[in-house]
């Protein structure tokens, strides 16, 4: 068997803006030049392998389906006549592996690339690169040679010789010979890669001869940045971006040519004729590499103890749970299907898993974070009693198979929500628990898009920042039409014909998608049995206390390694807090799960479309729908939560929805089969599973292929590739029976969500939160906007608006006071045996809570005049300003403009100790300023400079006249707006106009 030639030196775009292609393209590339196996050599870095790793799975898995139904099928035509040789045609049944590698950039050596024999050597590859980052801020590595002699166990080296000037000789290599032999031996070579110069055949000579001389074998290499030639120029951009300069200006740092792409063996034995022995030991060497990541073999954490294994923890929690969460006894129904899920995840060992999970949310309640799981798992009954998830399974109708089965060789998930404002306790808790060598936040490749894409190619290129804007402004209609691009350039004044504006938009069509950085994942955490730093190297992340690893979340799933989510969402903030104020002041102690279920005034309150500042159902699609759905139910929350998404508009599922809801047209199933699917949605598919099920159904998708559709659905998919499955789709439909037009409308609305799909899992959860917030606001308004108020910055609405809806609902507003508020917006006593809402000093502009804790610690009995505060607080004048510019002093009897001229008089930080106190007889009086009276449009002007809100009027208000002057001069109506006044508001406001009008 003739053994294949390989290529050890890939260098892929994930040496951020250096490498010109893909590491997929690397591998597509490859099998067409058929070449065996392929090595993505990444600078200090293994970030880009999985994705090779992944598509060289793909192209096998092709070949064998490929290769089955040519087994089960003849062949098509007469066959090929004998002595005909054949024809050259695509590579059908061939395959490329992946050798994992990375190029180690030292400080004190040149450059080696790094093969791992076996899994201690990929052990070992992957604590050196953790080693150099973790010593380096985030995105560098820093390793000497030293590092490398520490974790040399399963390695193979491949050196990689720098310019002859160097010193020492043989490539630089000369001086650590001595010490490379005695730790590695044998399994060394030494790298020939042409330079394509023109002095390609000498370099070869002097490489050969310092080969004999250390006794290393030669290994031949194309030393690769892209694919194809046809990324040189992009390649250049690239480099231009790195170095931050034109193109134009590059100099000896472009690329002299197209040529350092890769090549085939035939191409490589022609370039290094006399040296053919350097390609032959490349082949031999990807035949002794046997390693792969598929022995990656991740190990769920040991959440068990001596006295209990992990099955049998988890199931005395799940029925200590069932107890906790149903008092007077659970339903036979619950208690099967709790049976049925522990047997099942015991048969899979996920045990762990779920125990995982339980003790972050354990941790989280002990400290008082509220927290929601979600996720395909989540809403189980399992999770409904460890306390991970509040929705009830009675008001579930997810099937447990479906997310955790023998069908799917992958852990489930689950994701959860904490608290935005605390969820950074629970993330230093894992660290603490498992420790920074077991655990770490995954990576998030930030790939190239629109604006940022037209930004620095166009700045590498030489056009000008108003050309670029330009450019930039027109993004939304840019890429998404073919063949306008030209009447587009002309609408904002450019010459479409220009070859340079040409060329720019060229390379920005082929930038997008390239990655530029990685970047921290919102919060999946992937934690390890044993070491993590021997599964994927470990490094910084720009916030101080964290550690990422190099992979994202495609890959994790890739490799079949567990994830857990821990999110943060500002709804349970705004949850909690108001909870903690029911408490406080009615003595009501609820939770997401003892909430009063199915509440009608709630569903009232909805069908109204009243949802300021509540979760999910406060935009205005939202509030538009809302009248027009009419939930009655949590089942309705549930579809509410999934129906205005992208994915349903855009597949045209809303309207027939509606339509079939308010029995406006009939509703009707192609078949029994897919109305059982089908059938709790009215026929209309809105979520992700009810697409997998129509594709097994209806089109006869196998479990794999329902797995890959899956996969292309996923949330937030960067690239949806829901479309390769079309053929497939509408030939098993057909095949059913189902007639065209509805297959081809049945895919359309698949692939309407195939880049945003929303798992009904994930809106159960949701709903949930919807309902929870809906019933707070419903109950209580005044609560609810000073919790919402509290937990800013979150949701659509600014603090006017939510300051004004409470208002709405007859909830008393008081403003900012400084004897009276605290940092956050409390409820106090409003005299009548209601609650009012004070507003805090947190709503003023540049005020920190620091200085509120000193203003509010030194109160004592009150501040009585404006220097007091500066007296007993110890604020500094500039604070103090912000105070009165918010008319913090009115209570005191000052005006803004009394109040600020008081604390202009303040200049110094801290009160002297002569003068803290007048002296008798003897202090400095100065004369009562006559200071002109604010107006009402000033004042709200300068409520909303301070606070961005103002309880005095609606800026609209005082322009009313203006907007609608068949009002003007009163009427019964009185002034202009007067309806969002109070009577002296309203005076004062017509006192305003009659000295402006004067």
């Not at 992944?54 to 090929?80: F, L």
């Not at 929350?637 to 009939?666: C, F, S, T, W």
């Not at 008089?905 to 006559?930: H, M, N, Q, S």
């Amino acid at each position: 068997m003739r053994v294949m030639f390989a290529e050890f030196a890939c260098l892929s775009n994930f040496t951020f803006l250096t490498g010109a292609s893909h590491p997929e393209e690397y591998v597509r590339r490859a099998l067409l030049l058929g070449i065996g196996a392929i090595a993505i050599a990444d600078e200090n870095s293994v970030a880009g392998i999985v994705r090779a790793h992944a598509e060289c799975r793909d192209i096998a898995r092709r070949v064998a389906e490929r290769q089955a139904w040519d087994r089960q099928n003849s062949p098509i035509g007469p066959p090929r006549p004998e002595g005909l040789s054949q024809p050259p045609s695509f590579p059908v049944y061939g395959t490329v592996r992946l050798i994992p590698a990375a190029r180690l950039v030292f400080t004190d050596a040149p450059p080696v690339i790094a093969l791992p024999v076996d899994r201690i050597g990929w052990g070992s590859l992957t604590r050196l690169l953790s080693t150099g980052r973790l010593r380096a801020e985030k995105g560098s590595c820093t390793l000497q040679l030293s590092d490398l002699m520490e974790f040399a166990d399963g390695l193979h080296l491949l050196l990689v010789p720098q310019a002859e000037h160097l010193p020492g000789g043989a490539g630089g290599w000369g001086p650590h010979m001595e010490r490379l032999t005695r730790r590695f031996g044998a399994r060394m070579h030494l790298m020939m890669a042409p330079a394509y110069d023109g002095g390609d055949r000498a370099r070869f000579a002097q490489l050969a001869e310092a080969a004999s001389h250390l006794g290393l074998p030669l290994l031949a290499s194309a030393a690769p940045k892209m694919h194809h030639g046809s990324r040189r120029r992009l390649g250049d951009v690239l480099t231009a971006i790195r170095l931050r300069c034109k193109v134009e200006d590059l100099g000896s740092a472009a690329m002299a040519n197209g040529e350092q792409r890769l090549r085939s063996e035939a191409e490589l034995r022609r370039l290094l004729r006399d040296h053919e022995q350097a390609v032959d030991n490349a082949a031999r060497l990807a035949a002794q590499l046997s390693f792969s990541l598929d022995e990656l073999r991740y190990d769920y954490p040991d959440e068990g103890s001596e006295s209990e294994t992990p099955p049998q923890r988890l199931r005395r929690l799940a029925e200590e749970g069932l107890s906790w969460r149903y008092p007077g006894g659970a339903p036979q129904r619950v208690r099967a299907l709790l049976e049925h899920e522990l047997t099942l995840i015991a048969k899979l060992k996920y045990d762990p898993y779920f125990l995982t999970v339980r003790d972050i949310v354990a941790f989280a309640r002990s400290r008082g974070i509220l927290c929601q799981g979600r996720g395909s798992a989540a809403n189980s009954v399992v999770c409904y009693c460890l306390g991970v998830t509040s929705v009830s399974p009675e008001l579930g109708t997810m099937v447990f198979e479906r997310f955790v089965s023998e069908a799917r060789d992958e852990p489930p998930d689950i994701d959860v929500d904490f608290e935005h404002e605390r969820r950074e306790e629970v993330i230093q808790w894992i660290y603490e628990r498992y420790g920074r060598h077991r655990a770490g936040l995954c990576a998030t490749v930030i790939h190239y898009r629109g604006k940022r894409a037209i930004r620095e190619v166009g700045r590498a290129m030489g056009l000008t920042e108003d050309t670029i804007s330009a450019m930039s402004s027109q993004l939304w209609g840019f890429f998404s039409t073919q063949g306008v691009e030209a009447e587009r350039m002309r609408e904002i004044g450019l010459d479409p014909d220009s070859r340079r504006l040409q060329l720019t938009l060229q390379l920005v069509e082929e930038i997008i998608g390239f990655p530029r950085h990685l970047s921290q994942h919102v919060g999946g955490f992937v934690i390890t049995q044993g070491r993590l730093d021997e599964l994927v190297p470990i490094e910084n992340a720009t916030m101080e206390g964290r550690t990422v690893i190099c992979w994202d979340k495609d890959d994790i799933d890739t490799l079949g390694i567990l994830k857990v989510d821990v999110l943060s969402l500002g709804m349970l903030t705004c949850i909690r807090k108001a909870f903690d104020l029911m408490r406080q002041h009615h003595q009501l102690d609820y939770s997401l799960a003892t909430l009063p279920p199915e509440d009608p005034e709630v569903y009232n309150m909805l069908c109204r479309a009243d949802s300021i500042g509540v979760f999910q159902v406060e935009s205005r699609a939202q509030m538009n729908f809302l009248p027009r759905m009419r939930p009655r139910c949590f089942y309705d929350l549930v579809i509410e939560v999934a129906i205005v998404r992208p994915g349903p508009i855009q597949g045209d599922m809303v309207h027939p929805y509606i339509r079939r809801r308010n029995k406006e047209e009939p509703v009707h199933f192609p078949s029994d089969a897919l109305g059982e699917v089908l059938g709790k949605t009215l026929g209309v598919p809105l979520f992700q599973e009810q697409a997998m099920q129509i594709a097994i159904v209806g089109a006869g998708f196998s479990p794999e292929q329902a797995d890959r559709l899956r996969r292309s659905l996923a949330t937030f998919k960067k690239h949806g590739s829901v479309s390769e499955f079309r053929s497939l789709f509408l030939r098993g439909m057909a095949k059913n029976g189902y007639d065209t037009e509805f297959s081809e409308r049945c895919f359309s609305q698949i692939e309407g969500f195939g880049s945003y799909g929303f798992p009904e899992s994930h809106a159960a959860s949701f709903a949930l939160l919807v309902y929870a917030s809906a019933w707070i606001k419903c109950h209580h308004p005044g609560i609810f906007a000073c919790a919402l108020l509290n937990s800013q910055p979150m949701g659509f609405y600014a603090p006017a608006q939510i300051v004004r809806d409470a208002r709405a609902h007859g909830v008393e507003v008081r403003p900012v006071c400084i004897n009276n508020s605290y940092w956050d917006n409390v409820m106090e006593p409003d005299g009548q045996g209601g609650l009012a809402l004070r507003l805090g000093f947190r709503q003023i502009k540049g005020l920190r809570d620091e200085d509120a804790a000193w203003l509010t610690a030194a109160r004592g009995n009150g501040y009585h005049e404006v220097e007091d505060v500066w007296r007993k607080a110890g604020l500094a004048p500039p604070v103090i300003e912000r105070l009165a510019e918010a008319d913090a002093f009115a209570t005191l009897g000052l005006s803004r403009r009394e109040a600020l001229w008081a604390a202009k008089a303040i200049t110094a930080r801290k009160p002297l100790p002569l003068f803290a106190r007048e002296l008798e007889g003897e202090g400095i009086y100065e004369p009562a300023a006559d200071l002109p009276q604010m107006g009402l449009g000033e004042e709200v002007v300068e409520d909303y400079v301070a606070m961005r809100l103002s309880l005095r009027a609606h800026p609209v208000a005082l322009i009313r006249h203006l907007l609608t002057p068949q009002n003007t001069g009163g009427g019964a109506g009185g002034s202009p707006g007067s309806e969002y006044l109070g009577k002296d508001e309203a005076r004062r406001q017509g006192q305003t106009r009659g000295r402006a009008r004067r």
